[in-house]
């Protein structure tokens, strides 16, 4: 089975900032790798899909990158709307893993 | 629009079993476009995705609950349900359902719904 881990588990950062969260797969999964952002005590939604796919509506400050077993989240400009938990997830094929979470605050 | 709401029971007594509904609406749940499946997350943790079903009955389930779990459609409700038998309070969770499109991503989810599982 396919396992994700994230780094860093969380991280705060000053309005503005660059950040960058990464997501490695224990087995070559290609680009079928989606990212979604879960703000406090709400859903998940989905912010990228394969690997670097923008959801419609999402801002362009978040980008993704990646294929094979290394991804990478970036957040260009952190917003303060952007304090969320965010998490990787496989969907290369079953089980549909995802990743342990990365929170994400503001310093 | 899809939509999809949970329902069924809050509060679940150990070694009983959870059972939850999932309604869809705005959308067909015999679409060949979705899968349709269940993720918890536990107070405080992460998400884990329990398991899919595609409307013809295939199904995918996570290997640590496999054994307990099993998700069915009724394609005449246009509704999906899940089953976990023999709760602990490990199971206590908020319980999304979800509809996986093409590709295999959760693009949409119901509200979620807290199950305790205590005597």
């Known amino acids: 089975d396919i396992q994700l881990t994230q780094s860093p588990p969380s991280l705060s950062a000053s309005v503005g900032d660059r950040v960058t969260i990464t997501c490695r797969a224990s087995?070559?999964?290609?680009?079928?790798l989606a990212w979604y952002q879960q703000k406090p005590g709400k859903v998940p939604k989905v912010l990228i899909y394969?690997?670097?796919t923008l959801q419609s509506g999402v801002p362009s400050r978040f980008s993704g990158s990646g294929s094979g077993t290394d991804f990478t989240l970036t957040i260009s400009s952190l917003q303060p709307e952007d304090v969320a938990t965010y998490y990787c997830q496989n969907y290369n094929s079953d089980p549909f893993t995802f990743g342990p979470g990365t929170k994400v605050n503001i310093k | 629009q899809l939509q999809l709401q949970e329902s069924g029971p809050g509060l679940v007594k150990p070694s009983e079993t959870l059972s939850l509904t999932c309604n869809v609406s705005?959308?067909?749940?015999?679409?060949?476009?979705?899968?349709w499946g269940w993720i918890r997350q536990a107070p405080g943790k992460g998400l884990e995705w329990i398991g899919s079903?595609?409307?013809?009955?295939?199904?995918y389930y996570n290997p640590s609950l496999k054994n307990r779990v099993t998700i069915s459609v009724d394609t005449s409700k246009n509704q999906f349900s899940l089953e976990l038998n023999s709760v602990t309070a490990a199971d206590t969770a908020v319980y999304f359902c979800a509809g996986q499109g093409a590709p295999r991503v959760f693009f949409h989810w119901g509200q979620g719904t807290l199950v305790t599982v205590s005597s």
């Open positions: 705005g959308g067909s749940i015999s679409s060949s476009a979705y899968y």
């Open positions: 394969a690997a670097s």
């Open positions: 079903i595609y409307f013809r009955g295939s199904t």
């Open positions: 087995l070559h999964i290609s680009s079928y």
